[in-house]
């Protein structure tokens, strides 16, 4: 019985190709949209860090509560050794201390390999929480031992070009010889830890002192903690236990620190510490629907238009004994045939596009993924659901008509569904396009008005090159000297990091003037010499520069610390004294600078100070004409090289630094136009094919009117206003619907554009543009043919 179904059902769709050809190439794009979609989602929502115990580990954060609370995924440096001694509430506890870009120097042979990499030093009970699994090196990692390192294979290959590389030898940052003393299996990409190069903890004083200590005056994100709970632990419990601690070992600090212990598998999906923004895994499964509800509508469309055509074929079949039940599963059938073709289309697409897709979003999905009993009952349901849903309600309708008017040609459209539904469905699908439209805009406006903005200092042509962090002050100097004199080079200056979008805030504690407890928020350091301002065209609103002196005792401020002290005006402040950083840097404020972003436009601008501290420098801030680039840059790395011989020459544009602060909104933007434009091309094809059909029924009609002097205007308005007034219809639908969820999503931007009117006639007039050009195509070919050969067609 089901094997007959599928003959007749395949007759069917033969003689039917162009609309099956449509229904087919709709759903293909469905299809591998989806499948993209699932890769991508599957990638994120996965993760394995090694360990049968998975769920008893935590990373412990910090709350600092002050005039707002800010979340860091980080603890004091002492913290690890207090919780681990004095609590009995874990069976291990360890640091993992994250620098990137450092120095490794290979010899193989004589021949010296020099490449720069992401480094974490580690204490040797973290390889007791994440298990880890060695390659090569025994049956457990060892890293208690300093000057001990374990590596990738991966890593392996690229230092040495072979994975067993135990015992070999490599200088870090041109200092210590470290031994390899195990080689890792790769880790999985949807792995938290993305370093492979992991170096024994006690080599971290030579590198970055303060989070060597066991100290606790602040933290920093490069310094995560781990522990590994004894089973069956209360973790709110916990937590207040740990309210302790800040009384005890910073009793004086006006950043109230809270302690939390977060879930391995909540850090994936938890944005207040960095993790994956889950609404952008919404955002992808929402569009993933859009795009396979959008293409069953285009088969419901036109099947349901069909439908009154293959009246008399249904009455036939009625007439020769077929019943209801007969007819609904023959037309599912046709359906699953279709579904199974555009399914087969789908695979082919998503495989073509997955490495531009790879491309889009920067990450590494590979059909491999898809060999999992997730997918395959994943794509089996999706396969089944749009089968049935696209193909029972015209079923339904085609097994309901009556024989005897079928075959007397007496059914009415309404009897086969009607126009009602049609429209209905078609508004739906031009509103979902519109929807996703509109938010590419919006998007799109708000990146560019955080991107273009007046950021309250000078980025562009602005060259950042990296420094070592040994350099003494006179080579830097030096160096800064011969740098001015390149041709096409007007300022130099020796900081700590840009003004904003810096890769390095630190963020530290402020008492003014003679108030006698610091300050309830935060100042930003902005280190750099007395050409700070200078390079970085900072406006001056009040008193002078710093001069340079062997001492610290002038800073610059930012208008934002005078409305945080609750001042009247910036001039307030000049000749006032700041203590900063534990009272260890003192200086007296001699200028106020106009207000600058050193963050991104979701934030507030930060209070700051900008001083000279030389051993704190880790960038020269180079401005440049931006007339013949690349000599200048090939010039400053000569000179550079000269200075730091035997270390990388590394730069960045400043303008490149700041658009990344807005990677995830771009990453919006390319979803939204390539789904946006996926959804329009869906909807054209089920476009295509409904005009093809109604104007073939029509062609008559065409004919009579042209005889009877109707000319090709008239008759194109005709068959396009309909279509005008359904997508009207939609626009009125989609726009307080976009406008709702994009004000919603602008409410996460301190600083924003706003939703304009214009904006949806774009995108309505987008949609109805597009949807005029498709109708015009085939109606303009029927209604400039002979009117003679259009009255012969019936």
Known sequence: MLKSYFKIAWRNLIKRKVFTTINILGLAIGFGSSILIYLFLNHNLSFDEFHANADRIYRINTEQHRDAIEYDPSVPPGFAKVFREDYDYSEKVAKIVFQSG?????????????????????????????????????DKVSLAAPNTAVVTEEMALVMYGRTDVVGANFVLENDKTITIT???????????????????????????????????????????????????????????????????????????????????????????????????????????????????????????????????????????????????????????????????????????FLPSFNDLFEIQLSFKELSDIRFVGFILGVLLIVAFLSGSYPGILMSRIVPVLALKG??????????????????????????????????????????????????????????????????????????????????????????????????????????????EFNIQAKLGDEDFLETFDLELVAGRNFIKKDTLDEVVVNERLATKLGLSSPEEML??????????????????????????????IDPAFIAPRSDAYNEIAIKINGQNTKHILEQVDERWSQTFDGYIFEYRFLDDRVAELYEREQRYLSLSKVFSGLAILIGCLGLYGLILFFVGQRTREIGIRKVLGS???????????????????????????TWYFMEQWLQGYTYRTDVQWWYFVIAIGVVMAIALITISYQTLKVATASPVKSLRTE
């Open 182 to 352: 195990g080689v890792l299996k790769d880790l999985p990409k949807t792995s938290y830890f993305g370093h492979q190069v992991y170096v024994s903890f006690e080599n971290l004083v030579d590198i970055f002192e303060f989070a060597a200590e066991e100290n606790w005056g602040g933290i920093t994100s490069n310094l995560e903690c781990y522990a590994l709970l004894r089973p069956n632990q209360n973790i709110a419990g916990i937590e207040a236990a740990l309210t302790e601690l800040p009384k005890k070992y910073r009793p004086n600090s006006k950043s109230k620190h809270v302690y939390k212990l977060q879930p391995l598998s909540d850090i994936h999906f938890n944005p207040d510490y960095g993790g994956l923004d889950p609404i952008l895994l919404w955002i992808f499964a929402i569009v993933g629907l859009f795009l396979i509800v959008i293409a069953s509508i285009n088969f419901i469309n036109i099947s349901t238009a069909q439908a009154f055509y293959r009246s008399k074929e249904i009455g036939i079949r009625k007439v020769l004994g077929s019943f209801k039940q007969h007819l609904f599963w023959q037309f599912l059938s046709e359906t699953f045939i279709i579904s199974l073709f555009a399914l087969s289309l789908g695979f082919l697409l998503a495989f073509l």
């Open 410 to 519: 007496k059914l009415k459209h309404s009897d086969t569904g009607g126009a009602t539904t049609r429209k209905v469905l078609v508004v739906a699908q031009f509103a979902m396009s519109i929807i996703l439209i509109a938010s590419t805009i919006v998007i799109s406006r708000q990146i560019d008005y955080a991107v273009n903005s007046d950021l309250g200092f000078d980025k562009d042509s602005m060259v950042m090159v990296a420094i070592p962090s040994s350099i003494e002050e006179e080579a830097l100097y030096g160096l800064k000297g011969r740098l001015e004199q390149i041709a096409g080079v007007e300022h130099v200056s020796n900081c700590l990091s840009s003004p904003g979008a810096a890769e390095s805030n630190w963020g530290t504690g402020m008492r003014y003037h003679t108030r006698p407890e610091n300050e």
């Open 711 to 737: 000319n090709v205007g008239s008759i194109l308005t005709l068959f396009s206003i309909d279509f005008v007034k359904l997508i009207a219809v939609a626009g009125v639908i989609a726009t307080p619907l």
């Open 102 to 138: 450092l120095l490794i120097d290979i010899d193989q042979n004589g021949n010296l390999n020099k490449l720069k990499q992401d480094v974490a030093y580690v204490e040797q009970d973290f390889f007791e929480i994440f298990n880890f699994p060695l390659q090569y090196g025994g």
């Open 575 to 604: 000749g006032k004294e700041i203590a900063v950083n534990g009272a260890r840097m003192k200086a007296t404020i001699v200028g106020v600078v106009k207000n600058f972003h050193n963050r991104s436009f979701t934030e507030n």
